[in-house]
């Protein structure tokens, strides 16, 4: 076999116009590369923001127009049965007590049983028409402004697990949450509170806990501030020697500043000094703001603050903290409703008497909940808010061996989105006729998290920060905008 050198035939002048024109081509792709434009349409180039040491909760661009300035994450804790709040199964009645098609003997919990209706009646609700159970009654009367995701998926089945991949998009620990994302890449619109806070259930913090809110490997600067309407931040109030001492604290400010001038590169001094100057005002700004006696007495009692059920009149006060947190220009405000405890007596993990379960925490929820999405609503706080309604998995259509609760489903569940541009009264994607598994149009918690931040006017795929070796972002190497969500 003979092979044929095509430059046995060029020339020396032919030689020398290749090389002229490949140099060219070298230095295009030179320019392209330094201005960030090398293949953009396959892979975008991150944009890390560019955080003052100083003022690193000052609001920064966003990296296109954004819908939403504000986000209010409503997170219930336990896997709330989509099958009996907001996914309706008809088939699920007509196969009531028939052992399910196709389904393992044992799932997460243990051996299974049958299928099982849903515990609560559902109903056409608002013009969408759209059927909501008795369970949410006052949530199912917002029916037309929410846009419902039904074809979620999980990656794991473990609540910790879970609620680590729904708030940081690994199931590991150590990763950023959703709102340290948002406030890295955004600041916030008022520096006299913190740019994130979460509020916990008023009976402790959820399974994975701080992990919720955690800023991983992102400064510390940008987690949350955790605290509740009932348990202000820890040593908010100076202590009678610490106010007396204020001409002391002004000299050493002045003394702050004058090394900082000295020594501009100082990142990790000005970082520092800005903690304590945001903790400074904080003692000023907060007690107003969690002082709830400005209230009506009809606000009080429409929330259910003034409540008989005690933990639901807490949960109503965290309402309106809120309420008042977005009011004041918090960038994210994460509202929890369950808490962690063995055989989710606390939460809505419902392994045994779902209706007990589910309907002690939907009384909690529901209308304090509801309340506070009419109140933003009626004062124009959903235009530049987005509200997320969110839970780490859902529940299967049948029930465990012992007849009376149901096991966590991680194959199809529903979550759902309000507010700033969001097209309301909607629903994306189903689940299979039992409401088992997603079947169309399905979507990931990915897909999720990529859609709240493009609503926020952030690509997922360019809000970055290098680690390991890497440039890692809450979507990994995964997700893709839910269109369907955009207005």
């Given at each position: 076999?003979?092979?044929?050198?095509?430059?046995?035939?060029?020339?020396?002048?032919?030689?020398l116009?290749?090389?002229?024109?490949s140099?060219?081509?070298?230095?295009?792709?030179?320019?392209?590369?330094?201005?960030?434009?090398?293949?953009?349409?396959?892979?975008?180039?991150?944009?890390?923001?560019?955080?003052?040491?100083a003022?690193?909760?000052?609001?920064?661009?966003?990296?296109?127009?954004a819908?939403?300035?504000?986000?209010?994450l409503?997170?219930?804790?336990?896997?709330?049965?989509h099958?009996?709040?907001?996914?309706y199964?008809?088939e699920?009645?007509?196969?009531?007590?028939?052992?399910?098609?196709?389904?393992?003997?044992?799932?997460?919990?243990?051996?299974?049983?049958?299928?099982?209706?849903p515990f609560?009646?559902?109903?056409?609700?608002?013009?969408?028409?759209?059927?909501?159970?008795?369970?949410?009654?006052?949530?199912?009367?917002?029916?037309?402004?929410?846009?419902?995701?039904?074809?979620?998926?999980?990656?794991?089945?473990?609540?910790?697990?879970?609620?680590?991949?729904?708030?940081?998009?690994?199931?590991?620990?150590?990763?950023p949450?959703l709102?340290?994302?948002?406030?890295?890449?955004l600041?916030?619109?008022?520096?006299?509170l913190?740019?994130?806070v979460?509020?916990?259930?008023?009976?402790?913090?959820?399974?994975?806990?701080?992990?919720n809110w955690?800023?991983?490997?992102?400064?510390?600067?940008?987690?949350g501030?955790?605290?509740?309407?009932?348990?202000?931040?820890?040593?908010l109030?100076?202590?009678?020697?610490?106010?007396?001492?204020?001409?002391?604290?002004?000299?050493?400010?002045?003394?702050?500043?004058?090394?900082?001038?000295?020594?501009?590169?100082?990142?990790?001094?000005?970082?520092?000094?800005?903690?304590?100057?945001?903790?400074?005002?904080?003692?000023?700004?907060?007690?107003?703001?969690?002082?709830?006696?400005?209230e009506?007495?009809?606000?009080?009692?429409?929330?259910?603050?003034?409540?008989?059920?005690?933990?639901?009149?807490?949960?109503?006060?965290?309402c309106?903290?809120?309420?008042?947190?977005?009011?004041q220009?918090?960038?994210?405000?994460?509202?929890?409703?369950?808490?962690?405890?063995?055989?989710?007596?606390?939460?809505?993990?419902?392994?045994?008497?779902?209706?007990?379960?589910?309907?002690?925490?939907?009384?909690i929820?529901?209308?304090?909940?509801?309340?506070?999405?009419?109140?933003?609503?009626?004062?124009?706080?959903?235009?530049?808010?987005?509200?997320?309604?969110?839970?780490?998995?859902?529940?299967?259509?049948f029930?465990?061996?012992?007849?009376?609760?149901?096991?966590?489903?991680?194959?199809?569940?529903?979550?759902?989105?309000?507010?700033?541009?969001?097209?309301?009264?909607?629903?994306?994607?189903s689940?299979?006729?039992?409401?088992?598994?997603?079947?169309?149009?399905?979507?990931?918690?990915?897909?999720?998290?990529?859609?709240?931040?493009?609503?926020?006017?952030?690509?997922h795929?360019r809000?970055?920060?290098?680690?390991?070796?890497?440039?890692?972002?809450?979507?990994?190497?995964?997700?893709?905008?839910?269109?369907?969500?955009?207005?």
């Amino acid at each position: 076999m003979t092979f044929t050198s095509h430059t046995q035939h060029l020339g020396r002048r032919g030689f020398l116009g290749s090389f002229a024109a490949s140099a060219g081509g070298f230095a295009l792709a030179q320019l392209l590369s330094r201005e960030g434009l090398l293949g953009a349409e396959n892979k975008p180039q991150s944009i890390r923001p560019r955080i003052d040491p100083a003022r690193p909760f000052a609001a920064r661009p966003s990296h296109f127009p954004a819908k939403a300035e504000q986000v209010l994450l409503i997170f219930c804790a336990g896997a709330v049965s989509h099958l009996d709040t907001f996914d309706y199964k008809p088939e699920l009645y007509k196969h009531h007590g028939k052992a399910p098609p196709n389904a393992p003997k044992v799932t997460f919990e243990g051996p299974i049983g049958n299928l099982a209706k849903p515990f609560w009646d559902f109903k056409p609700r608002g013009q969408s028409g759209k059927m909501i159970s008795d369970l949410v009654p006052h949530l199912a009367g917002l029916a037309d402004d929410i846009c419902f995701i039904h074809s979620l998926t999980a990656k794991n089945s473990a609540h910790t697990q879970a609620e680590n991949f729904l708030s940081t998009g690994f199931t590991f620990e150590g990763y950023p949450s959703l709102g340290a994302w948002t406030t890295y890449a955004l600041g916030t619109l008022n520096e006299n509170l913190p740019s994130f806070v979460a509020i916990a259930d008023p009976r402790g913090r959820s399974q994975a806990g701080p992990n919720n809110w955690g800023s991983g490997f992102l400064p510390a600067t940008f987690q949350g501030t955790a605290f509740s309407a009932d348990e202000p931040p820890q040593n908010l109030r100076a202590s009678a020697k610490e106010s007396a001492s204020r001409a002391a604290v002004d000299l050493l400010a002045t003394l702050n500043g004058e090394h900082l001038e000295q020594h501009p590169g100082n990142t990790d001094l000005a970082a520092r000094i800005s903690s304590y100057e945001l903790a400074g005002r904080m003692q000023s700004s907060i007690p107003g703001l969690m002082d709830l006696k400005g209230e009506s007495v009809k606000t009080l009692e429409t929330y259910g603050a003034t409540s008989s059920n005690t933990i639901k009149a807490e949960y109503a006060r965290n309402c309106l903290l809120a309420r008042r947190l977005l009011e004041q220009g918090v960038r994210v405000v994460q509202l929890f409703n369950g808490a962690f405890a063995s055989g989710g007596k606390l939460n809505w993990d419902s392994h045994s008497n779902i209706v007990s379960s589910h309907g002690t925490h939907a009384e909690i929820l529901d209308q304090p909940t509801a309340a506070l999405l009419r109140d933003l609503k009626q004062r124009g706080m959903l235009d530049k808010t987005l509200v997320v309604w969110c839970t780490e998995f859902g529940r299967l259509p049948f029930m465990q061996a012992n007849g009376t609760g149901r096991d966590h489903n991680i194959e199809g569940f529903t979550c759902w989105l309000m507010g700033a541009g969001v097209k309301p009264g909607i629903s994306i994607g189903s689940t299979d006729e039992l409401g088992w598994k997603a079947t169309d149009n399905v979507k990931t918690l990915y897909d999720f998290n990529a859609t709240i931040l493009h609503l926020l006017g952030l690509d997922h795929e360019r809000l970055t920060r290098y680690f390991n070796g890497t440039e890692r972002r809450i979507t990994d190497v995964h997700g893709h905008v839910i269109q369907e969500v955009l207005a």
